[in-house]
């Protein structure tokens, strides 16, 4: 399994560094670094923070199992590419940058239906990712999710989340 990003270091200074988690990818924040993704269509961004200890989480996943039936799991060379696999690898990475368990709290966008599918993606990852969360513990205290336009976040230090949407609305979970 690959590791997530870590970025921080709580010696930098100087105005806050943007840092791109790209398509299945996930990043860890301790510092004041702004964690951002784009092209949230059926993909969903799982926002996770421990805010006692100010660490911070952001995942990209674009499918909802590591398994094509969904029944059980098989490792995944990507972990982070599907919403089960990659909550386990953010909470992992979250734990080994000094977060608590008992006081993360999650943040869920995307979801959207795109495309005319009989089985549409991003509605099963929104309710993996609620299911994953939940199985994990983790209270899911915010989403905008679903619907049918892309979406861009921006996981701040502070640990709110700004969602903009294509279609220029803009809100903070």
Do not use: Q
């Amino acid at each position: 399994m690959t590791s997530p990003t870590r970025v921080g270091g709580r010696n930098g200074s100087g105005p806050s560094r943007r840092v791109k988690v790209g398509v299945g990818d996930l990043a860890i924040a301790d510092d004041d670094a702004v964690l951002t993704t784009s092209g949230l269509g059926s993909c969903v961004a799982v926002a996770v923070a421990d805010p006692t200890a100010g660490v911070r989480g952001l995942l990209h996943a674009m499918l909802p199992s590591a398994d094509a039936s969904e029944g059980g799991l098989r490792p995944a060379p990507r972990p982070a590419k599907y919403v089960d696999t990659g909550i386990d690898a953010l909470i992992d990475g979250l734990s080994d940058a000094g977060a608590s368990s008992g006081r993360l709290e999650a943040r869920l966008v995307g979801g959207a239906e795109m495309l005319d599918l009989t089985a549409a993606v991003g509605p099963r990852n929104v309710e993996r990712a609620e299911r994953a969360l939940a199985d994990a513990g983790i209270t899911l205290v915010a989403s905008d999710v679903g619907d049918g336009v892309g979406r861009t976040v921006r996981f701040r230090p502070d640990g709110t989340l700004a969602v903009r949407a294509a279609d220029g609305f803009e809100r903070v979970l």
